[in-house]
């Protein structure tokens, strides 16, 4: 079972530039999430989406768009990325409201603005 | 918005026993969590409490006052695969997920 894939996992981009990166779950999961994680920072909300359709703000949004088209896609877009958003991205899925609502999450993608 | 607190390091010896504590401010109330992390890979879940109280899972154990605003995760028989950070989470009254800054354990033989 795949669960989420994020790519690409690691990237160098110039300041200035736009970047999408890429997050799929085959969990049928409601939610999606992402995160930036930083040294000392811990991991912190940018956007999150509750259903397919629907996408709200996090703690940390300014530079970072989302789109959920469907279920299973949730990219997150920088339209002209600057140094401090170096960091490593963190896309994760829960099933929204009952239960535990755990969330799981993709493997990485760390990025690198210059 | 969130406040969570807890430790930046601890460390122990493989077999002893390590409990990290973790204070929080909410706006709401609907869950803790608490997630390992190994170096390079991504959080994965350990335990959730809602209620006042102790949950056991094999040598992990998660504790929670809410009335505190309080909870701890507790290590039994610690092993050198123990060496992780372990991230505290609370989930607010709009079920969004806010971490705290995590701390690193580190066992020595």
């Known amino acids: 079972t795949a669960g989420i894939t994020q790519a690409p996992t690691s990237q160098i981009l110039a300041a200035g530039r736009s970047m999408t990166l890429r997050c799929t779950q085959d969990?049928?999961?409601?939610?999606m999430y992402w995160y930036r994680q930083d040294l000392g920072l811990g991991l912190r909300l940018i956007h999150y989406?509750?259903?397919?359709?629907?996408?709200g703000k996090g703690e940390v949004p300014d530079g970072y768009s989302v789109s959920r088209a469907n279920t299973d896609d949730f990219p997150l877009t920088l339209a002209s990325a600057v140094p401090s958003q170096t960091s490593v991205y963190f896309c994760?899925?829960?099933?929204?409201?009952?239960?535990?609502?755990?969330?799981?999450f993709g493997e990485g993608s760390r990025l690198t603005v210059l | 918005g969130q406040n969570i607190d807890q430790p930046t390091e601890m460390t122990a010896t493989e077999g002893a026993i390590v409990q990290i504590n973790c204070t929080y401010q909410t706006s709401g109330f609907n869950g803790l969590f608490w997630y390992q992390q190994h170096a390079g890979e991504a959080p994965t879940f350990l335990s959730y409490n809602v209620l006042d109280g102790l949950e056991e899972k094999g040598r992990f154990s998660s504790f929670l006052s809410r009335s505190k605003g309080y909870s701890y995760l507790l290590l039994k028989e610690l092993q050198m695969k123990d060496s992780a950070s372990y991230l505290c989470a609370v989930r607010d009254g709009d079920y969004k997920l806010s971490f705290g800054a995590g701390t690193t354990v580190t066992v020595r033989a």
């Open positions: 994760a899925s829960s099933v929204a409201g009952g239960g535990t609502g755990e969330l799981f």
């Open positions: 969990m049928r999961h409601n939610a």
């Open positions: 989406s509750n259903t397919a359709g629907t996408t």
